[in-house]
């Protein structure tokens, strides 16, 4: 560890790996809510928060968790979970008066195509303007479920027992893996249903 007279001991935040001072300044000083996406080892979270100088305030949040309220029946940390809950997101900030958001991942390293930038690509799709490269967003196919509804298909009727083993608990009596971007669209639909309607009633 450095040490002497002109050494500054960072902000804990820092230490901890939790926080880009310099990156959060130009982020507070650009005036825009920030796109915050967060993923964890069972969910994603998407938030969208503005700065204020007694600390952030949360403008609109969505939880994968909250997809079954939709209608979702598959996995909740998945490429096109972590979409609808950014569309999710999306449609609650603009109920919020939010039109224009900046993105934080924090010290997340940005990764084409990562389920971060499919979160980021639902709160684009949902309204919301975005600066980003279209480069970083996964392909349409992969934002349905294309790919896990192919490799489901392989497995259940090529490798029945690991099928089991690796979705068991996902398909049993739930959803049809298969048919996982038919779910998708029906989920989408119904996200984007629910605002539609209430923002024609106001």
């Not at 939790?18 to 507070?28: C, G, N, P, Q």
């Not at 909250?66 to 609808?84: E, H």
């Not at 390293?109 to 970083?136: E, H, L, N, Q, Y």
């Not at 996964?138 to 029945?160: V, W």
Request: proline share 5%.
């Amino acid at each position: 560890m450095a040490t002497g007279p002109r050494y500054k001991v960072p902000f804990r935040r820092r230490r901890e790996s939790k926080t880009d001072y310099h990156a959060r300044r130009r982020m507070v000083g650009s005036g825009r809510p920030r796109l915050v996406v967060r993923k964890t080892g069972t969910r994603i979270i998407v938030q969208l928060m503005e700065a204020l100088p007694e600390g952030d305030r949360s403008v609109a949040v969505a939880d994968s968790r909250q997809l079954k309220q939709f209608g979702w029946t598959a996995g909740i940390k998945n490429v096109p979970a972590a979409y609808l809950t950014g569309f999710l997101a999306g449609h609650r900030a603009i109920n919020n008066g939010v039109t224009a958001a900046i993105v934080d991942i924090g010290l997340t390293k940005p990764i084409p195509g990562s389920r971060i930038f499919s979160a980021v690509r639902g709160v684009i799709d949902s309204g919301i303007t975005i600066p980003c490269s279209d480069k970083m967003f996964p392909e349409e196919k992969r934002i349905r479920g294309e790919h896990i509804a192919n490799y489901a298909k392989d497995l259940s009727d090529n490798q029945p027992s690991t099928f089991k083993r690796q979705f068991g608990d996902i398909s049993k009596g739930r959803v049809d893996l298969t048919k996982l971007p038919t779910l998708y669209d029906t989920t989408k639909k119904k996200i984007e249903s629910k605002f539609s309607s209430r923002r024609s009633t106001t």
